[in-house]
């Protein structure tokens, strides 16, 4: 079977390495001639998007999906009338509007940040009457790693954060969420409908960009992780959704709360390779190929720990027990994803003590703090 992926980032590269071993093939959208997908099938796309580089990019395979939400619903809506596109067109676009996300967690009774769309400044400070401070507004479409974001702590910044996102306006405006932590759950849904959850990932941020996971997240009760994959399992199922889907979480004093969805494979389930027994790129291969499910039990706590903006030394690292690098052939710039580190041990202790080896040889020190 031919697999056709919009994107050639390193989640398209890491779900074909994970498809190869099927005798899956691979073909990729993508204008950038240097992107990690490249030397692993044939990419399409141009510049311009023509509609011939399109027409071309449906020909090459027989089944499609995505490795990132920010494509037009118009493309993806063309290739879905000529052959299959898992997870659905509603899928996406759910999760690239901020508005349709928040919509569907209240009509699903999944608990949420309070919220209200921004049109204008005016409507801006309304919000800030409405939801208090500190607030956090968001562009509804094309935000990532912290970008299209702004936090107004003070009455006075509300000249200032309109300024800066206006152009991405409309808005969303979010009462902010006091949370002990941030968690995310990775499920996968079949064609048939079989649903299998991963166990709650523990992230931590840095200037935006997700740092680290540890996996599954210390401290979690039965009674959490049930209330997650509750959430997760709603989702899909009102989005006939097919594929990996994860839901990005804030733990609270009054339980969880949902924050954001991603219709893909994610950053906090890249420990999966190395730490379960399928992992979500194998997993997300068999949703969209028609093929069982694979069992998403983990065999040990792991941790994924970034590499952000510059390259590790790779034998320093390869010298720490159990500890797999994933370099994903980038050319190294100031916050951008070169690869990620994958830890794991017999226990939580141990894992601490293997993380903090490799902090030490980390040229990028801001970009892990202690598990």
């Keep these: 079977m031919r697999i056709g992926i919009f994107g050639g980032g390193q989640l398209g590269r890491m779900m074909a390495l994970a498809g190869y071993p099927f005798n899956l093939r691979f073909s990729f959208y993508d204008a950038a001639q240097d992107c990690p997908s490249a030397p692993l099938g044939q990419l399409y796309g141009d510049i311009a998007a023509s509609p011939a580089s399109l027409d071309a990019f449906i020909a090459s395979a027989d089944v499609f999906t995505y490795e990132f939400e920010n494509i037009p619903l118009a493309w993806v809506e063309y290739v879905a009338s000529k052959k299959p596109v898992y997870p659905s067109l509603k899928s996406l676009a759910v999760s690239q509007n901020r508005i349709r996300e928040k919509q569907l967690f209240q009509q699903l009774a999944i608990p949420a940040a309070a919220y209200q769309q921004v049109n204008n400044q005016s409507e801006l400070q309304h919000a800030i009457e409405h939801l208090g ?14 970008k299209g974001q702004f936090v107004i702590r003070q009455a006075e910044q509300v000249a200032q954060a309109w300024s800066e996102l206006q152009a991405g306006a409309p808005l969303i405006a979010e009462a902010f969420v006091n949370f002990e932590r941030e968690l995310s759950i990775i499920a996968v849904r079949s064609q048939t409908g079989d649903i299998l959850c991963y166990p709650l990932a523990w992230n931590t941020h840095h200037q935006g960009i997700l740092s680290h996971s540890i996996v599954p997240a210390p401290q979690v009760t039965a009674q959490i992780q049930a209330q997650a994959e509750q959430y997760i ?7 006939n959704h097919v594929g ?3 839901l990005e979480l804030f733990q609270t004093a009054h339980g969880l709360f949902a924050n954001e969805t991603a219709p893909r494979v ?42 952000i903006g510059q390259h590790p030394d790779t034998a320093a690292i390869l010298a720490i027990p159990e500890t797999h690098l994933h370099l994903y052939g980038k050319s190294e710039r100031v916050g951008r994803k070169l690869g990620h580190i994958t830890v794991t041990a017999s226990s939580y202790e141990a894992l601490q003590q293997r993380v903090a080896q490799v902090a030490k040889v980390l040229p990028n020190k801001m970009a892990l703090i202690s598990a």
């Design 233 to 239: 399992t709603q989702i899909l199922h009102e989005l």
């Design 244 to 246: 990996v889907l994860t």
């Design 266 to 307: 994610h950053n906090s389930g890249h420990w999966s390779i190395e730490g379960a027994i399928c992992s979500q790129f194998e997993n997300h291969m068999r949703a969209v190929a028609g093929l069982p499910l694979g069992m998403p039990t983990e065999l040990r706590p792991s941790a994924m720990i970034n590499i």
């Design 133 to 146: 401070l500190p607030l956090v507004v968001k562009t509804t479409m094309g935000g990532y790693d912290g």
